[in-house]
């Protein structure tokens, strides 16, 4: 069975831009999360979906929004990048709640804001 | 609200020495308790989990953690460590009751030398 996959994997972009990135989760797979990793936060959660809708969110401003197909792939969104937002992207992927929560992981991308 | 601290940022030991990485967390309801590892440039991997039962759970690469409810830890160890695994490890929980979101700690970072 493929693995969570996420496009691009590298990404570089300049202030005031926006930026899509893209997941597909395991298949079978209905709920996609997405986690914001720094060297200084760590990983921080950004939002849950599942069967297309947003059913939990962490503590990020209005410009991370995202949204989740028919065919549970992903896209997450950042409006008017910061430099602040630089970051590895990671997506996960699970069956629902209640499964324990296990999460699997796609290998990120990689976004620099210059 | 939940929250999870590693005690330690960098954990260097030699090889086929015993290591211990700490972790305790705070949260007002029952969780599910989780260790990821990430390799350089790579995704997280699920290394072992605790959902309920048994509070001793074993990897297949030779980690455990046990679950301590009193203390609110969940530390992992390994009796003999390996070159292969030098990488960055993290702890992380989620409530049984809200869903899919992972709260990680800040990571422990397991360099193995020879």
């Known amino acids: 069975k493929a693995g969570v996959t996420q496009t691009p994997r590298y990404l570089i972009k300049t202030r005031g831009q926006q930026v899509t990135l893209s997941c597909s989760p395991i298949?079978?797979?209905?709920?996609v999360s997405w986690y914001q990793q720094t060297p200084g936060q760590g990983l921080q959660f950004l939002f849950e979906?599942?069967?297309?809708?947003?059913?939990n969110k962490g503590n990020f401003p209005g410009r991370f929004s995202g949204r989740q197909f028919s065919n549970s792939r992903s896209e997450m969104n950042v409006s008017t990048l910061e430099l602040g937002d630089s970051a590895l992207y990671l997506c996960?992927?699970?069956?629902?709640?209640?499964?324990?929560?296990?999460?699997?992981f796609g290998p990120g991308t990689r976004l620099t804001v210059l | 609200a939940q929250s999870v601290t590693q005690l330690d940022s960098q954990v260097p030991v030699f090889e086929e020495a015993p290591v211990e990485l700490r972790c305790n967390y705070s949260?007002?309801?029952?969780?599910?308790l989780f260790w990821y590892v990430q390799y350089p440039n790579q995704g997280l991997q699920l290394l072992l989990k605790?959902?309920?039962?048994?509070?001793l759970v074993e990897s297949i690469n030779g980690f455990e953690a046990e679950f301590n409810k009193s203390q609110t830890s969940f530390h992992l160890r390994k009796p003999s460590v390996h070159i292969s695994d030098t990488a960055e490890y993290f702890c992380?929980?989620?409530?049984?009751?809200?869903?899919?979101?992972?709260?990680f700690g800040k990571g422990t970072t397991l360099s193995v030398s020879s």
């Open positions: 996960a992927s699970s069956l629902a709640r209640p499964t324990g929560n296990e999460q699997f």
């Open positions: 298949s079978g797979h209905r709920s």
């Open positions: 979906y599942f069967s297309e809708t947003q059913r």
């Open positions: 949260s007002s309801v029952s969780v599910y």
């Open positions: 605790y959902l309920s039962g048994s509070t």
């Open positions: 992380a929980v989620s409530e049984r009751q809200a869903g899919t979101a992972l709260i």
